[in-house]
T-cell receptor, first 112, second 114 residues
Framework: GEDVEQSLFLSVREGDSSVINCTYT??????LYWYKQEPGAGLQLLTY?????DMKQDQRLTVLLNKKDKHLSLRIADTQTGDSAIYFCAESSDNYGLNFVFGPGTRLSVLP | NAGVMQNPRHLVRRRGQEARLRCSPM?????VYWYRQLPEEGLKFMVYLQKENIIDESGMPKERFSAEFPKEGPSILRIQQVVRGDSAAYFCASSPVQVQETQYFGPGTRLLVL
């Protein structure tokens, strides 16, 4: 089946930029997403990108998509302690968000 | 406006017992989705329901698992005769319409099977 991979851990210092990477196998992916999960809370949709886009920027967040390499990244500028969480990459190949596939999540730790 | 509510937040069951997980969608949302997160894995889609209808259950195990979303009340994910491999976090999401970017997730129910 389709697969989404992420590194499991990332540590950065407060004020630095964080880059969380994701690779996927489904060449028919239409939508790619980044979710944030804080302890004890549900997933929060951070941002998403259509497969016909290369980049999307939203305040401190920048999403880059390399469709040829099936590589997605999330850059968080000026990382703060409140950004410490698990970040999930997900992909979907249909317009309705069914059967979409999540990665295992990257646990971001922000050091003071 | 309360978010998606799930209860219980933690559930412990012995092998062979039944587990019932409840999900109350956000007000005005008529679409409910259930996902399972196994340790060290990403979330896996299980089932998509609208009121009184199962729309897509392609991610549900064929046996022991069932889901419903009645006209009144919360959506229920039911696991009969639980086994240790059912231990996971079960997340519910709801949306007002059938599009991915409007899904809101609940805090999840952590099921532990002893």
């Amino acid at each position: 089946g389709e697969d989404v991979e992420q590194s499991l851990f990332l540590s950065v210092r407060e004020g630095d930029s964080s880059v969380i990477n994701c690779t996927y196998t489904d060449s028919s992916s239409t939508y790619l997403y980044w979710y944030k999960q804080e302890p004890g809370a549900g997933l929060q949709l951070l941002t998403y990108i259509f497969s016909n886009m290369d980049m999307k920027q939203d305040q401190r967040l920048t999403v880059l998509l390399n469709k040829k390499d099936k590589h997605l990244s999330l850059r968080i500028a000026d990382t703060q302690t409140g950004d410490s969480a698990i970040y999930f990459c997900a992909e979907s190949s249909d317009n309705y968000g069914l059967n979409f596939v999540f990665g295992p999540g990257t646990r971001l730790s922000v050091l003071p | 406006n309360a978010g998606v509510m799930q209860n219980p937040r933690h559930l412990v069951r012995r092998r062979g017992q039944e587990a019932r997980l409840r999900c109350s969608p956000m007000k005005g949302h008529s679409h409910v989705y259930w996902y399972r997160q196994l340790p060290e894995e990403g979330l896996k889609f299980m089932v998509y329901l609208q009121k009184e209808n199962i729309i897509d259950e392609s991610g549900m195990p064929k046996e022991r698992f069932s889901a419903e979303f009645p006209k009144e009340g919360p959506s229920i994910l039911r696991i009969q005769q639980v086994v240790r491999g059912d231990s996971a976090a079960y997340f519910c999401a709801s949306s007002p319409v059938q599009v991915q970017e409007t899904q809101y997730f609940g805090p999840g129910t952590r099921l532990l099977v002893l």
